[in-house]
């Protein structure tokens, strides 16, 4: 069984910064796929961003949604089983509880169908 812990989230000001964790056991780290979603009240969770995992440790391709290209980060450590998202000049509408979630495989997905272990959650609050 695979736990995913997320940490890192509070309440910031618009154009502030945070860094959210996600430290997971249970399984190899390396080798698949991790990803951060999130949801904000009455809507659906959304894709935010994701990193695969290539086989070489100095190379990982990254992909994002849109709307955070250019102000977040994913990045992976695999000693330390950790995946990070650096999100900086946060914006109100990024406001939402955010999921770690571990792929099926190495590559990565916007479908979080493709997903089967998930974390329970770190919110993040933008204050105009």
């Known amino acids: 069984q695979v736990q995913l812990v997320e940490s890192g989230g509070g309440l910031v000001q618009a154009g502030g910064s945070l860094r959210l964790s996600c430290a997971a056991s249970?399984?190899?780290?390396?080798?698949?796929?991790m990803a951060w979603f999130r949801q904000a009240p009455g809507k659906e969770r959304e894709f935010v961003a994701a990193i695969n995992w290539s086989g070489l440790i100095t190379y990982f391709r990254t992909y994002y949604r849109d709307s955070v290209k250019g102000r977040f980060t994913i990045s992976r450590d695999n000693a330390k089983n950790t995946v990070y998202l650096q999100m900086n000049s946060l914006k109100p509408e990024d406001t939402a509880v955010y999921y770690c979630?571990?792929?099926?495989?190495?590559?990565?997905?916007?479908?979080?169908?493709?997903?089967?272990?998930w974390g329970q959650g770190t919110q993040v609050t933008v204050s105009p």
């Open positions: 979630a571990q792929a099926r495989g190495g590559s990565y997905s916007l479908k979080s169908s493709e997903y089967d272990y």
């Open positions: 249970g399984r190899t780290f390396s080798g698949y796929a």
